[in-house]
């Protein structure tokens, strides 16, 4: 800076203290994504949401009865406490319920103050399990909150994801059929989010813990990291942009010109990474499913065919392939959440729960190994020099 007066941000690069982490691998220019060692090819054709769960947290896949242990201690954890409930009273039907899962998520660490004490690994153990078991729960209310429907207990002699559907489009007018093949598909796509290195919402996490804030604090603030429609917000927002193409009659074409030329800064949401140079190998997993998951449900979606042409469009346009744009793993999924029933405004707090044990499994490597603690990050000063302060 001193002998040419640029500034690393001119390179683009910001110091940042990089972190050390034995939990997920990514190559962004192959495409490669590895839980604990395992291609996320074969961890999702072989493997369970809580299976991974464990994976992450623990760094080994569990024996059988670890897995059957750790499936019992969450069901057994699913109830809110009765006040958490009325706390939802107090929002409103229209609040999102990003914002809503934050502030339950804070709210929860007031309720239980006997697991906030992060040098206790008793108490970050049940931590684990209240967040792993409740998240859902909250989503659930969340998204019956803004329907206007009555919230139902959980029943535990249901798995996790049926629990989690149950909660959402049961009713207690009538008893609710588990679909397997909405179950396996929901499942399936909650294994594609668990964990992806060092994310916006994941770094949110380590940095708020590694302050000694709790684990329920620093999943809260995760949380509102991810809601942004950079991160896990897009994969509401590419449904709005389909939809938003769809009902302007513009046709394909015209949108993209509109997103080259920048037009009012629009951007192809669900494509591009800060990693991935490449095809985002989550959103492989979702493109090659997409077809069989809505012919199981037996719906169509007119936004996929939109999807396909934009994608086909764009992954033949220099502008996309010069820029190294390719879909990511928010570009197919909101199809599919569609397809399944939930709400568009549901789509990040999918996400969320997804997310969840890769947040926990970060938050507990940095509390246990002060090596991979997220510093202070390093700033680079390219403010006024020093000056003297004007008379007047
Ligand atoms: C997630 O980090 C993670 O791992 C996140 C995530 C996870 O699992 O946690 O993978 C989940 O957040 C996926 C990303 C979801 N976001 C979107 O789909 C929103 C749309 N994408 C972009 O905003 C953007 O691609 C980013 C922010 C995701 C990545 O940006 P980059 O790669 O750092 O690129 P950039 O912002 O530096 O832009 C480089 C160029 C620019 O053009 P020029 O200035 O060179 O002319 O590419 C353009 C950008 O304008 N560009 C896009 C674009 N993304 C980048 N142009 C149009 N559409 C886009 N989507």
């Known amino acids: 800076t001193r002998q040419t007066g640029l500034t690393g941000l001119d390179y683009g690069f910001v110091n940042t203290a990089s972190t050390r982490s034995a939990i997920t691998y990514i190559d962004g220019e192959q495409g490669i994504l590895r839980y604990r060692g395992y291609n996320i090819e074969d961890v999702a054709a072989n493997s ?44 409103p039907h229209q609040a999102h319920p990003m914002s809503v899962l934050s502030s339950a998520v804070s709210a929860l660490s007031t309720y239980y103050g006997d697991s906030l004490d992060p040098h206790d690994p008793e108490q970050v153990e049940i931590s684990t ?25 959980p029943d535990n002699s249901l798995g996790f994801v049926e629990n989690f559907l149950r909660l959402n489009f049961g ?23 668990e964990d992806h290195e060092q994310n916006a919402s994941t770094s949110t996490v380590r940095l708020v813990g590694s302050t000694g804030a709790n684990l329920f604090a620093s999943v809260s ?52 990474h800060r990693v991935y140079k490449s095809y985002d190998p989550r959103a492989k997993l979702v493109k090659a499913s997409v077809d ?29 392939v010069e820029r190294k744009l390719y879909p990511n793993v928010d570009f197919y999924t909101g199809v599919i959440y569609k397809a399944m029933g939930f709400p568009t405004r549901m789509f990040t707090v999918l996400f969320a729960i997804g997310r969840l044990p890769g947040w926990i499994a970060h938050w507990r490597e940095m509390n246990d190994d002060p090596a991979t603690k997220i510093g202070r990050p390093q700033q680079l000063y390219i403010g006024s020099p020093a000056r003297d302060w004007p008379q007047r």
């Open 48 to 91: 369970t949401f809580l299976e991974v769960a464990w994976l992450l947290i623990y760094g080994e896949l569990p024996t059988a009865s670890e897995l059957a242990d750790f499936d019992s201690r969450v069901r057994r954890h699913t109830l809110l406490h009765e006040d958490l409930k009325r706390f939802f009273d107090s929002l």
């Open 129 to 153: 399990i209240r967040l792993l078991a409740k998240l859902p729960v909250i989503a659930a209310y969340a998204h019956k909150k803004a329907i206007g429907q009555a919230f139902l207990y």
């Open 171 to 193: 009713i207690m007018a009538e008893p609710y059929e588990v679909n397997p093949v909405l179950v396996k598909a929901l499942d399936r796509l909650l294994i594609l989010h």
């Open 221 to 272: 603030a995760g949380i509102n990291a991810l809601s942004g429609p950079l991160h896990g917000g897009a994969n509401e927002a590419v449904l709005d942009m389909l939809a938003r193409i769809r009902d302007s009659g513009e046709g394909v074409e015209r949108f993209v010109e509109r997103v080259k030329n920048k037009e009012d800064g629009i951007k192809l949401m669900g494509f591009g």
């Open 292 to 320: 069989a998951v809505l012919a199981d449900l037996g719906v169509s979606n007119p936004l996929l065919e939109i999807a396909r042409e934009l994608e086909a469009i764009a992954l033949a346009d220099d502008y996309f």
